[in-house]
């Protein structure tokens, strides 16, 4: 800008142009003031926040519902699981001991089709681009599907095993009308950690159901499939309340461990 400025100050053949580039001069050494002050401020402060070889931005894959929303199965947990290095799992506690069970799962979970946390081979589909993550977990993670996932942290919470697949757990569930995220509301009554929103098999394009669990303070929690989601720890997946029916069709209430 300074030597486009420049350029019309120089070669401008009236008034105006001169004064124009002077303004352009002028404007670019105040900005490039604003920048220099800017980075003097922060290094003053904090230098770190000005090393950008320190964050760590971890890259999203958005796939479609048809891709990550499989596997629905709800099997036996395999008792040890809960072994895992670093997983909190208590057997106990209820919905107050929920936000510390699934952080303490962050980047410690894998999702297989079928998987309980036990050893594989999983239900993979036979063929197609998933078909090669059947055969093996992980190493220090812990190998669940959506309804293993959820029943993993129940289970850890103390709350009982739902038996049977997405299907079978919401075929009686309650039915969403309306979702309020900002009081944090289905159907007029308060969310409460621990709470199920789901869709079957029948309500899917991808013809798999899908759970997730809300976990307090606006945030639900899943395991989802996709590419990414089978890579080593890449669940679970926090996300906002649903804003809507659309997609999750019912919801589960929470009960008493």
């Not at 401008?12 to 002050?37: E, N, P, T």
């Not at 770190?48 to 964050?55: E, H, M, S, Y």
């Not at 699934?102 to 050893?119: D, F, I, M, P």
């Not at 009554?189 to 621990?194: D, K, N, R």
Request: net charge positive; proline share 7%.
């Amino acid at each position: 800008v300074v030597m486009y400025g420049g350029f019309l100050y120089m070669v401008g053949s009236a008034v105006s142009d001169v004064k124009r580039g002077k303004k352009y001069i002028f404007d670019a050494i105040l900005g490039l003031v604003i920048i220099l002050s800017a980075y003097l401020i922060l290094q003053t402060v904090n230098p770190a926040t000005l090393k950008l070889d320190a964050i760590r931005i971890r890259q999203i894959e958005v796939v479609p519902l048809v891709e990550e929303d499989s596997g629905d199965s709800a099997g036996d947990l395999d008792p040890t699981i809960e072994k895992t290095p670093g997983v909190y799992c208590p057997r106990t506690g209820g919905a107050d001991e929920l936000p510390k069970i699934v952080q303490s799962l962050a980047e410690k979970v894998t999702y297989r089709w079928g998987g309980k946390g036990g050893s594989p081979p999983y239900p993979e589909k036979k063929s197609g681009p998933y078909a090669a993550f059947a055969n093996f977990c992980p190493p220090g993670t812990l190998c669940l599907d959506c309804s293993g996932f959820v029943n993993f942290v129940r289970s850890c919470a103390g709350f009982p095993k739902i038996s049977g697949n997405t299907t079978d757990m919401f075929q009686n569930a309650e039915k969403i009308d309306k979702i309020d995220m900002q009081n944090k509301t289905v159907n007029g009554i308060a969310l409460q950690p621990g709470d199920l929103f789901g869709y079957t098999a029948s309500e899917s394009k991808s013809g798999a159901g899908h759970v997730i669990m809300y976990v307090g303070r606006g945030r639900t929690v899943q395991s989802r499939g996709g590419k990414t989601g089978r890579q080593p720890g890449a669940n679970p997946v926090f996300s906002p309340i649903p804003s809507d029916n659309k997609t999750y069709k019912h919801i589960l209430r929470v009960q008493a461990p």
